[in-house]
């Protein structure tokens, strides 16, 4: 069978996944073409973490039926908003969180056996040229570290996210094969950086008896010269290990951490049911996080349900204060069927949209570099084969 994948705003972790699919189909005997046309199938990775994803998904399974296709649906949205797929849609589906048993089905295999992929290897030459090479991909920062996606699923219960509904159960991979992972790309490239990527990185080792930390420790064994890079980790847990992550960043272990706030006012984060206080973020960055030894990231949200212009304020002023090298910046945009979406006191478009921009004038004015995303544009991430398979 001949199959054509198209993926919609697809984040790190969700691309390891779609990797996952097409070692799967690949080691079936089918063949993986690069036009529609082609395809007896096409397979559409959906996203729904936001309202506006979940929109241009819709608008893409329906386009791609209009025109004849045979299509199957894939990714978040299945799971997140099932009835909105059913009576949109009249293709195969693969639920995320059932999907060995699903894929195998609809692409008539008796399982899905690929191995799972937890490490993807650096770009092999300098960032800016290898960009000139690739101007079709999407080239980041973390492209000239080694990656390790370390686990799936998440433990938080945020009341914004739409992506907990879909996930399976967390899980962490193995630590001894992660090491040895990494060691055998370390010894490969000679690149020392470490980029650890997960929706949950904290809880890494919660159903394995096992830490981030010790994770951290046994990687850093590999070469003294390994530093690591913490991707997404949730404020609670650098809480939960506070003495250990400072010990770290002091050591020189970990040079770079993205930790979203997404507010830095008490009310609103409650509402989020983050886990945490403002008190508790200036704890993690004074404590932890020495602004002037490691490099900060953080995301932020505006325009939450209720949000005022003041608590907003508050956000701004904490940025400033600890000058983030980066800051995603979002208009709040409600993700289906969640306990956000049906609050009242939504803020309406035009003055999410004032408060970011405004915002992200003053921290660029103070030296953070923001990135942020007012569209509902379709996006396709492309890259190249780098991404490093293993049996769990």
Not at 19 to 48: F, I, S
Not at 112 to 131: H, N, R
Request: hydrophobic share 35%.
């Amino acid at each position: 069978m001949k199959v054509y994948i198209k993926t919609l705003n697809i984040c790190p972790m969700r691309r390891v996944n779609t990797t996952q699919y097409r070692e799967a189909l690949l080691q079936n005997g089918h063949e993986l073409v690069d036009t529609p046309e082609k395809a007896d199938k096409v397979l559409v990775w959906t996203c729904a973490v936001r309202g506006d994803f979940h929109d241009n998904s819709i608008s893409v399974l329906k386009d791609f039926e209009s025109r004849g296709f045979s299509v199957v649906a894939a990714g978040c949205l299945p799971s997140i908003d099932p009835s909105e797929v059913e009576n949109n849609f009249h293709g195969e589906i693969i639920h995320y969180n059932n999907d060995r048993e699903e894929f195998a089905k609809v692409f008539g295999v008796e399982h899905m056996d690929a191995p799972y992929p937890v490490v993807e290897a650096p770009i092999p030459l300098p960032i800016d040229e290898y960009k000139k090479l690739h101007p079709e991909l999407k080239i980041g920062n973390d492209d000239q570290y080694i990656k390790i996606f370390l686990s799936e699923g998440c433990t938080r219960l945020c009341t914004y996210c739409t992506e907990v509904r879909a996930f399976p159960p967390y899980r962490s991979f193995p630590k001894e094969k992660l090491v040895a992972k990494a060691r055998e790309m370390v010894e490969k490239t000679e690149v020392k950086n470490i980029a650890l990527f997960g929706d949950d990185i904290g809880a890494y080792g919660v159903d394995t008896g096992t830490t981030l930390i010790e994770l951290i420790r046994e990687l850093k064994a590999i070469h003294p010269d390994v530093r690591i890079s913490l991707k997404q980790i949730h404020p609670a847990w650098c809480l939960h290990y506070t003495e250990e992550l400072s010990a770290l960043v002091k050591d020189g272990t970990i040079f770079q951490a993205l930790v979203p706030i997404q507010s830095a006012n008490d009310r609103v984060l409650a509402a989020m049911k983050r886990g945490y206080t403002k008190e508790e973020l200036h704890t993690v960055f004074n404590s932890i996080f020495d602004g002037s030894r490691v490099e900060l990231e953080t995301h932020v949200i505006a325009g939450f349900p209720t949000e005022t212009s003041e608590e907003w304020e508050e956000t701004v002023e904490f940025i400033l204060q600890y000058r983030f090298r980066y800051v995603m910046g979002n208009i709040f945009m409600a993700g289906p069927n969640t306990e956000a979406a049906a609050m009242d006191g939504q803020v309406n478009r035009k003055e999410k949209e004032r408060r970011i921009l405004d915002g992200a004038d003053r921290m660029e004015t103070n030296g953070t570099v923001v990135g942020h995303d007012l569209s509902a544009r379709s996006k396709e991430h492309t890259t190249l084969n780098r991404i490093d398979l293993m049996e769990l």
